[in-house]
């Protein structure tokens, strides 16, 4: 198993940076949690021993370690005494964590991990943007305008406009002013993202998403919560069958 990043020059690691460092645990991380999600190792397998993974990764065990803390922050493995490091089950593992969708990404993503996160935004997002319309303030219609501009301006189809996206659905759960919903921002805005680039990543976009946005951020503004939840629903709906079509679209 090889890293999937520049690694440092070995003379460097007596007296790294602290950047570095978190590079070297980042791309780890990476390279452990990408092979997981693949399915290169099955709920309850252990992964190989500590010295023998570091020296087949290159790195120190030091950076193994931190690696394997992160993983098991985000609920994709345990370490016990005499036991070692294991898998765990899927249902245990943070599938709205920003870095375990970007490795379940990296390669096609199964369609139950599709359909679980459509159906979240299904659940999420059309709410989010009811209590929006009813709560949003002039700073939430400032946020939204901007994002909904640069996703015009830039379209979908590169890193600009993309990053726009994000920000337009993180600030309707910014504005629904609820505690909970807000804490699933960076999931669902991460869901958002890897989706999009999934149907472009054979051919572009296929179709003009701006005015389901435009449906949404009208409704926003018209505090008609209704409209807003009808709306997002609609968009939301609209980007599972793209996201649908794309996939039998690289298979045909």
Do not use: C
């Not at 993974?53 to 005494?81: M, T």
């Not at 159906?119 to 709410?127: D, K, N, S």
Request: glycine fraction near 8%; charge should be neutral.
């Amino acid at each position: 198993m090889m890293l999937e990043t520049a690694m440092a020059d070995p003379t460097d690691e007596k007296k790294p940076t602290q950047s570095s460092g978190r590079r070297l645990r980042g791309a780890v991380a990476h390279t452990l949690g990408r092979a997981i999600l693949a399915g290169d190792y099955a709920s309850g397998d252990a992964l190989p021993g500590e010295l023998a993974f570091a020296e087949s990764l290159g790195v120190s065990r030091g950076a193994y370690r931190e690696a394997v803390q992160a993983l098991i922050a985000k609920g994709l493995v345990e370490s016990r005494p005499k036991s070692g490091t294991r898998v765990l089950p899927r249902h245990r593992w943070n599938m709205l964590d920003p870095d375990v969708l970007a490795w379940a990404f990296a390669d096609e993503p199964d369609m139950r991990l599709l359909r679980s996160l459509f159906e979240l935004r299904a659940v999420v997002e059309p709410a989010a943007a009811a209590f929006a319309a009813e709560r949003r303030d002039r700073n939430d219609l400032r946020m939204l305008k901007d994002a909904l501009g640069r996703m015009r301006r830039h379209t979908l189809s590169n890193d600009a406009g993309r990053a726009a996206d994000r920000e337009f659905h993180a600030a309707i759960l910014t504005a629904s002013r609820n505690d909970a919903l807000i804490t699933l921002s960076a999931g669902i805005s991460a869901a958002v993202e890897w989706t999009t680039q999934l149907k472009q990543r054979d051919r572009a976009l296929p179709r003009d998403p701006m005015p389901e946005h435009v449906a949404v951020y009208d409704a926003i503004v018209g505090a008609d919560g209704q409209a807003a939840a009808g709306a997002m629903r609609k968009l939301v709906d609209l980007a599972l069958a793209d996201t649908r079509a794309a996939l039998e679209g690289s298979v045909g």
